[in-house]
Each structure stands twice: as structure tokens, then as C-alpha cells.
């Protein structure tokens, strides 16, 4: 017997803790049978491997003992998609606690195992009105020879088709949850084409750029690395951004990488601090060339992956400003219908300073056709007006939205406020019909800033609401488009760090992505707001799947607009001087495009969150709850990186 062994045995024959029952399941051999066979050879060959012996590995499944002698049990693959049954019978009569009859019947369930074992044709279960599995191999079972406990899966635990275990044992979940296996081979699949299409059909080549970066004012909030050297740290990568253009200046043609990237945000939207990016870059490359090449990319994916066959020649594309106005939303979600139209010069002003408090405000009407009949319609509106969806629309302070039901039983179909030639008007503009939903919403008279209007969100609660109640039916199929002409520079907030300059503005994006024309350059420094960036974003059922953009390639263009334009000090400008020293180097112009790889893998496979197709997500705090991270430093550690906490 090895050393180890033994000293493993003493080591448990000492602790009270076990039984010896647990002893014997849980310290096991290090050495196994390799297997022999695959259950998709049981499968495929079925009785043609009838009497050959083989070794399977697999976990143990329901246990049935039909009498003292006879003992069922299902064996699944180490996938846990194949099933096989297991027959055993006491060999040769003999009943001893080594014996793998006794053996089987002490397993529990879930518990990994090495079987030798018979094959045997198996009959048809006769009568039988149990429901056969998915994955059971009905053609063969196999008879137990030998079994070789592998580990033993805690008594304590209860694991059923129904069970949800919690993020602390997320391995359970995986294990137990076909749904997440099944998302993390989509995923895998997913990254296969991805790296097969770019680097196989676009000369892409794949580069791993650093993890360990350094603190620049990109855009998001970073997470820090210190090191042992007093004082200093490394940063996250927000985005190989950075790197990516480097890499164009350094005479790489075609890049391409699926990246971790780090964000210290806000982490409510279904976000996750450390998420993955198809991330890419071209050089002598233009807008159009980068969109062409991610539609060739996504529509292999859809098509590979979906079976889609209806995908357009080339997405269609419409501007910020469109977008917004039409949908309230940067990233419309073109199935739902329900456009926004501006109705301001063609209502009352009476009614106009009736539905808020703003002075000269845009005034906008979408329809819902939710039923035929305007009291169903009426008692869907109550609903959704007493539900907790509506608060934010009910407390925008720019006033509620006026809702109206069409109805062709009332004074002027239901639509009196608006007067007889505007309900007329309107009627004929929305095409209007009995129980359709009226809704209206002003806003002020601004230029567009952000990723969506009150209205735009309306819109998609209303639409949410509607499905969730059973009035409409929930959108089907995928619309794509790309989002473009959006403004370069937005006013700074403060939920995002942005550049940190003082003259009130950050980039839209990123501080790199080149402003779109002539004219627009013109315009960097008489009025940076109305300066359009040459940046596009990929949306698809409301969801943006990622943007890119054409970047600065001149050192000149890209100092003026940090320093004059963002206002960004020279201490901030030299956290960027390694790029600037690059883009000086002859660099040629290039465009790129990120896409969320999470994202994507969860609107291809219709999932709510990012979460149920990541292996280990984090919570919406932040945390891995299986490994319990983030942990607090020691003193030690603090001490090792130089640091102290503040009291
Ligand atoms: N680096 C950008 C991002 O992470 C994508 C890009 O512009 O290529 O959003």
C-alpha cells in the first residue's frame, strides 16, 4: 500500500468524525479503470456489443431494488446527457461487503463511479408506464462486474430535476441544471465561429494583450492592482482598447481577441464587473469595412447556431438622432411598432400646458393596439397604472403621460381633449381603431442626451406589460440595426468618471473615436455637443450588442480634443502619452468593434441575464458567492502592498 495511502487511512481511522461508511466512499484510489467505452458507442452500436465487457464512467443515478438479489440503478455520462441502466445480481452467490452488488446498493445517488460491467440487449420495458428519460439508451443495459467508487456525494444533499441551489453552490446548479450546461456549450461553440470566421475567413490575428494595465481616464471606473513597489498599482483593463490601437500602429493588419475586460460600475442593469469582449480592430480600415466584416461574424453565429435563414443581405442603419425620436431609445427595439411622433403643432395649446409643467415642450403620441374592445383595453391601463412599473412615468417631473382609450361609443371616439380637428388628425395619423391605446408625453425642447426618453421607456414597459398580461403576443425573430451619427462629446454626469476635464463634457463613448466629417471637425471647438462621431453601435430586439468606431489616428487631433476640447489636464493627457507617442509613429488609420460576448450569447439563446451564461457570475453585488470574493486584506497583504486603511 503507498505511503499516502496508508497515512490517509490513519489520518481517518483517527477522526471521529467519520463513519466508516463515509471513510471508505470518501479517501479513494487515486489510480481508476479508464473507460473503455463511450455511451455514445452504447448508443450507436447498441446489441452489436452484446456480452463484451466494458468499463463506463459515469455518476450514479435513481436506484431501483427489485428484490434482494436484483438491483436497477441508471448510470449517466460524465456528460449527464447519456443514460444507461445497470443490472446486478449478488456474484456467485456471495453477499460480502466487498461485493458490487452490496456496493451499488450502499452508493448514493450522484456519486462519480468506474463501472466493469456486461452488455446485454435489454428488453423493451413491458408495460412499463413510465416515462422514459431523455438520453436513456433503451437498446442495452449493462451488468455489473466491479464497481470502483470514484467519491461520494453527501447524503445531505438533496438534488432533483426541480431543485435550484443557491450562487454558494453554483457547482450544484451547473451539475444539476441542464439549461447552464447546455449555455456554456453554446458559448464555447459560439467563440469556435467567432475565431473561425475572423481568423480563417478575415485574416484576423488573434492577440492576447495585457491584463495588467494602467489607470487612464478611458471612460468607466477601473479596478486597481497595487504592487509591492510603494505605492504603486496596475489597473484592469476597461477594454484592450488602448492596446488594440497600439497594435495598429505596430503594422498588425487584422486584430482580434475575445477579452476579459473590468468595469468598477454600477452593476444594476444586468451588468458584471469582469464580462467578455469579441473584441476587434483593422487597420486602413473605415466604418464600413468594420460593420461589413461584424455582419458577416453575426450572421455566421445566427445561422449556425439558430438555423436562420432570413437574415438581411446588410443591416439596416439609422441615426442617434432617429432612433431616439422614433423610439425614444438608442437601441430600439424595431418589433414592437408603436413609433413616437411629435403631435405639439397639432394639438391645443391648452392642452399642451395642461400636460406639464414645461414651457414650449415637444409633445409626443405612440399607439398600442392592446385590444378590440376599449374596456379590456381600460382594464389593462388600470392594471399597469396601479403596478409598480408605472412609478417613474407617473413621477416624471416634466409631467405624466396622457393616456386616452379609443372607443367609438364616446363623444369624439374618446379623444375630446384634443378637440375635433386634432382627434380627427390623429385618428387618421395613427390609423387609430376601437380599443386602441392613446398615450402622449412632452418633453423638453432639447437636443437628445442619453440612451433613452420617458416616452422611449414607456414604450417598452407598456409593451412588457401587454405581453406579460396576455394581450399581445411577445415579439418573435431577431431586427437588427446599426445605431450611427451618435454625438461625440455629452455632458459629463457623475455616474460615469469620463475623462475627468473641466469643460463639463466626456466622450460619448471613448475619448479615441474620431469625430465623423469635416464639418464635424470644423465644429470640435465652436460647439463640441453637436460634433457627430464616426461611431456605430450593433442593436438587436432593443439590445445593444456592441459599437465601435473609427478612431483618431493623428497624434494632433487626438491632443486637441483631450486638451481643448475635454479640457483634460496635462497631468490626465500624460496618462495617454504612450498612445499619443504611438499614434506620432506613422499610424495608420484604423476603425474597430467590440462586441459583448456575454450579451450575445444570452439574446441568441432568448436569456433574461448575462448571469445564466456565465460559469461563475458575480452577484449584483459584486460578489462570487462560492469562492466568497472579494475577501478582506489581511495585515499581511496590506502590509506587503504598502497600504493602510483608513480609519
Ligand atoms: N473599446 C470599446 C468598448 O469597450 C469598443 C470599441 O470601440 O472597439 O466599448
Redesign the pocket.
Known amino acids: 500500500m503507498p505511503v499516502y495511502w496508508r497515512t490517509l487511512r490513519n489520518l481517518v481511522r483517527h477522526t471521529t468524525v467519520f463513519t466508516n461508511a463515509c471513510t471508505l466512499l470518501t479517501i479513494r484510489p487515486v489510480h481508476f479503470p479508464p473507460a473503455s467505452c463511450t455511451f455514445d458507442q452504447l448508443a450507436t452500436q447498441g446489441t452489436e456489443l452484446n456480452d463484451t465487457q466494458v468499463v463506463l464512467h459515469g455518476y450514479i443515478g435513481t436506484r431501483r431494488d427489485a428484490s434482494k438479489s436484483l438491483t436497477f440503478a441508471e448510470l449517466h455520462d460524465m456528460t449527464l446527457g447519456a443514460t444507461v441502466q445497470l443490472v446486478s445480481t449478488p456474484t456467485n452467490g456471495v453477499d460480502g461487503s466487498d461485493s458490487p452488488h452490496v456496493t451499488l446498493r450502499e452508493l448514493q445517488e450522484h456519486s462519480p463511479v468506474a463501472i466493469n460491467g456486461t452488455i446485454k440487449a435489454r428488453k423493451a420495458p413491458s408495460g412499463s408506464n413510465r416515462e422514459t428519460r431523455a438520453g436513456l439508451i433503451t437498446s442495452v443495459e449493462v451488468k455489473v462486474d466491479n464497481i470502483t467508487p470514484l467519491n461520494a456525494f453527501p447524503s445531505g444533499i438533496i438534488m432533483s430535476k426541480e431543485t435550484v441551489f443557491p450562487p454558494e453552490q453554483r457547482h450544484l446548479q451547473i451539475r444539476n441544471d441542464p439549461a447552464v450546461r447546455n449555455a456554456l456549450a453554446f458559448r464555447s461553440k459560439a467563440a469556435r465561429i467567432v475565431r473561425n470566421e475572423l481568423c480563417e475567413k478575415h485574416n484576423f490575428t488573434e492577440i492576447e494583450t495585457p491584463l495588467l494595465f494602467k489607470s487612464t481616464p478611458?471612460?468607466?471606473r477601473e479596478f486597481l492592482v497595487p504592487t509591492r513597489a510603494p505605492g504603486m498599482a496596475y489597473a484592469l483593463p476597461?477594454?484592450?482598447?488602448q492596446y488594440?490601437q497600439i497594435l495598429m500602429a505596430s503594422g498588425i493588419p487584422r486584430y482580434m481577441q475575445i477579452a476579459k475586460?473590468f468595469r468598477d460600475e454600477d452593476l444594476r442593469a444586468d451588468r458584471q464587473p469582469e464580462f467578455t469582449?469579441v473584441?476587434?480592430?483593422m487597420s486602413f480600415a473605415s466604418a464600413e469595412d468594420v460593420m461589413r466584416t461584424v455582419e458577416a461574424v453575426v450572421k455566421r453565429l445566427w445561422t449556425e447556431l439558430l438555423g436562420a435563414t432570413d437574415l438581411p443581405e446588410a443591416f439596416p442603419r439609422m441615426s442617434y438622432e432617429e432612433a431616439m425620436s422614433r423610439y425614444g431609445s438608442d437601441k430600439p427595439d424595431l418589433r414592437l411598432g408603436s413609433e413616437i411622433q411629435r403631435i405639439e403643432y397639432m394639438i391645443p395649446v391648452d392642452l399642451v400646458k395642461k400636460i406639464g409643467p414645461l414651457n414650449d415642450p415637444i409633445v409626443e403620441v405612440m399607439k398600442f393596439s392592446i385590444a378590440d374592445d376599449a374596456n379590456e383595453t381600460r382594464n389593462f391601463v388600470n392594471t399597469f397604472m396601479d403596478s409598480p412599473e408605472a412609478q417613474p412615468f407617473i413621477q416624471n417631473p416634466h409631467g405624466q403621460p396622457g393616456i386616452f382609450i379609443f372607443d367609438t361609443r364616446k363623444p369624439l371616439q374618446g379623444l375630446q381633449v384634443f378637440g375635433f380637428e386634432a382627434a380627427e388628425a390623429l385618428e387618421d395619423m395613427l390609423a387609430l381603431e376601437d380599443g386602441d391605446l392613446v398615450v402622449i408625453q412632452a418633453r423638453p425642447n432639447t437636443p437628445f442626451a442619453g440612451g433613452s426618453t420617458p416616452i422611449g421607456n414607456l414604450r417598452l414597459a407598456l409593451h412588457k406589460a401587454a405581453v406579460k398580461h396576455n394581450y399581445i403576443q411577445p415579439p418573435q425573430g431577431f431586427a437588427f440595426t446599426w445605431i450611427n451619427d451618435f454625438p461625440l462629446f455629452s455632458p459629463s454626469s457623475d455616474a460615469e468618471p469620463g475623462q475627468g476635464g473641466a469643460a463639463g463634457l466626456a466622450a460619448t463613448?471613448?475619448p479615441?473615436?474620431s469625430p465623423k466629417t469635416a464639418a464635424d471637425v470644423d465644429l470640435l471647438l465652436s460647439d463640441p455637443l453637436s460634433v457627430r462621431a464616426d461611431?456605430y453601435d450593433l442593436v438587436v430586439n432593443g439590445v445593444e450588442l456592441?459599437?465601435?468606431?473609427r478612431?483618431i489616428h493623428s497624434a494632433e487631433m487626438q491632443e486637441l480634443i483631450m486638451r481643448e476640447v475635454l479640457q483634460m489636464s496635462d497631468e490626465r493627457v500624460k496618462d495617454f502619452a504612450h498612445l499619443l507617442e504611438v499614434l506620432r509613429a506613422g499610424c495608420p488609420p484604423h476603425a474597430?468593434?467590440?462586441l459583448?460576448f456575454d450579451r450575445l450569447v444570452a439574446v441568441m439563446m432568448g436569456r433574461e441575464s448575462v448571469r445564466d451564461v456565465i460559469a461563475f457570475p458575480k452577484s449584483g453585488r459584486g460578489e462570487d458567492m462560492l469562492v466568497k470574493s472579494p475577501t478582506r486584506m489581511t495585515g499581511g497583504q496590506l502590509e506587503t502592498y504598502h497600504l493602510r486603511l483608513r480609519e
Do not use: I, M, N, V
Open positions: 478611458e471612460g468607466a476597461q477594454s484592450p482598447q488594440k475586460c469582449q473584441d476587434l480592430e463613448h471613448h479615441f473615436t461611431h456592441g459599437g465601435g468606431s478612431r474597430g468593434l467590440a459583448g
